[in-house]
């Protein structure tokens, strides 16, 4: 780049009438065009580079512009019983109190999301709990323990793990991890959040991991060799100079890890027991997750339903999250990236 | 590695706390390690411990039985196939042309191209079953209800209902941010000293770019194309709505026609059938041709890329 840079500079510089007053002699790279097809293929490249800008603009106006009718049409609303149904209580007929239900077959559609957000709050935090002091160790180990040989085994067998198709991981937690479970603890269901957390882990860990090693082995040497220069045991350079200057990475890996906790799909789909209870602090009660909810049901509805927008509104939901759980941890990432080339200069 | 037996004239120089710390994150961290590679051994163990003595010709050349519990799986190796060979045809070229864009052609200050990376940064964050949303919203019912009010006025949906197009449409969108984010550093990895000395003999810019560096960048663009293809062909999410299906009795020939998959079979065999325990070996064995898959691709990937890497670095 820099050198292409200097090229440029160069033509700029023969371009310029030079100290030679004769003008006779053509400037350097003036009789030459680039032929028509080199620029229409740039062109093209350059047009086409805009499909992923398109591709994010496009899937979140198709998902939005399906739920968007549920705030303009008063019939879809009546069938849902208007809007705060959504979210707030209910006295279904048949019940005695008020209460969140998410049952979409039914003579009364009961649409109510609480139960699926504390369905997915519940999964997550139990994920990240056990997943990012785990995938954090780890990852200490492996930049500041580790040999280079033991690096270059660790490495490549935690990417292979990552790898692995999650629908064999929710496999793996719906015929393994459930039974190992149940026969550990004496659930009662075997099939719930936990067993759902611990598959989850499984596919969170090395992402969390990689980022988190990234961010560790960033942080400048000059850094732990004074530490270590001024008497600094190796932990104490690891826990007091290393990780808070690899804060913010970590911070990262957590955000970015969060995110693809809570739009994991076929994990929670294969393992959680999909119940959709309110229940926020039994980990061993079922729980159905939004992802879950819009994987078993939006290929049985019809389109246009109230039932049909309001699940591409918890799409757009689960859309608009993400988003910006990875804008804010893609954004730490890149002003670290930034700050270390700076001071590489 | 300091013991208690150590002279003590050495820890008077060296006030520092015991360094039992020091073995307690050290043995912690370890522990950590030890945890995730023994999941990982544990995973694909009890999987080949179940699935392998499962395996035979007949099972990976026969078609299952109606009710899955008997035969074998092909159509799901072949629909797998299927799709990820259209999906890497629909989605590889705009990959690579937006990674040369972003590693030739954009400025480092262009405000395009760091919108083009934001882009890919979201696109890969986005979950998968919004895709499948996606799929279903644009594909299946935009694209492909507009074909047939445009070709096939007043039939039946010939276009505008699941299909393997569809799937692996929405599969090339999934992991268009694979192929980019991996052609762009395979880009950035060829010297420059190449694009300058092409430049200087007088070469065009687009010359050097697809006569010198992605000849030279190759290697490290087929690693992107590879793990792409894997990941795509480990997607269920996506899949559900857009094509895959339960049972298929043929082969599908035609981009419309549905078809079967492995992993969506591994989904469904393992939740929906009424008799799981009997289900149990061939469940195992397709997870395993899936794990063989995958792996297989991703181990490729690996070794094409540190080959790559080291024929870059003098």
Sequence with gaps: MEAEAELAKGETRAARPSFTPAPARKPLGQGFKTPLSHRLAEWAIRVVAFAAILAIVLIFVVIAREALPLFFDAEAQDEIGGLDALLFARVWPGYDEASHIWQPVGEIPKLNVIPLLTGTL??????????????????????QY??????????????????VPSVVLGFFALVVLASAVQSLFGTTYRLNAFVAALGLSLAIIPLVFTIAEDALRAVPRELSSAALALGARKHQVILRVILPAALPGLAAATILGLGRAIGETMIVLMASGNAAVVDLFDPTSSARTITATLAAELGEVTPGDPHWRVLFLLGTVLFAFTFVLNRVGAGIIDRLGRRLRAEAR | MSTPSEPPKRSTLLPTRTPAGDRALHAASL????????????????VLWEGVPVLSVEFLTEAPSSDLLGGGILPSIYGTV???????????????????????????????ASLVRAAVQNLAGVPSIVFGLFGLGFFVMMVGRGLDDALYPGEGPVWGQ????????TLAVLTLPVVIVTTEEALRQVPTELRAA?????????????????????????????????RGAGEVAPIIFTGAANFLPYLPTDARDMFMHLGYHVFALSTQSPNVDSARPFLFATVTVLLALTFGLNLTAIVLRNRARRRHTP
Aim: proline content about 5%; some cysteine.
């Design chain 2, 31 to 46: 522990a950590a390690v030890a945890l995730v590679t023994i999941s990982l051994f544990a995973i694909v163990g009890k």
């Design chain 2, 162 to 169: 699941p299909a393997v197009i569809w799937s692996a449409l």
């Design chain 2, 82 to 112: 299927l799709l990820t060979l259209l999906m890497t045809v629909c989605g590889v070229p705009v990959g690579i042309a937006t990674g040369i864009y972003l590693a030739e052609y954009a400025s480092h200050r262009s405000r395009t």
């Design chain 1, 122 to 143: 519940k999964v997550t935090v139990l994920a990240m709990l056990g997943s990012t002091p785990i995938s954090f160790l780890a990852a200490i180990y492996v930049s």
């Design chain 1, 146 to 163: 580790a040999g280079h040989r033991v690096r270059e085994v660790l490495k490549p067998a935690i990417e292979l793990l990552a790898s």
């Design chain 2, 198 to 230: 092409a430049l200087g003999l007088g070469a065009t810019r687009f010359q050097t770019t697809f006569k010198i560096v992605l000849p030279n960048a190759a290697p490290g663009i087929l690693t992107g194309v590879i793990l792409a293809v894997s």
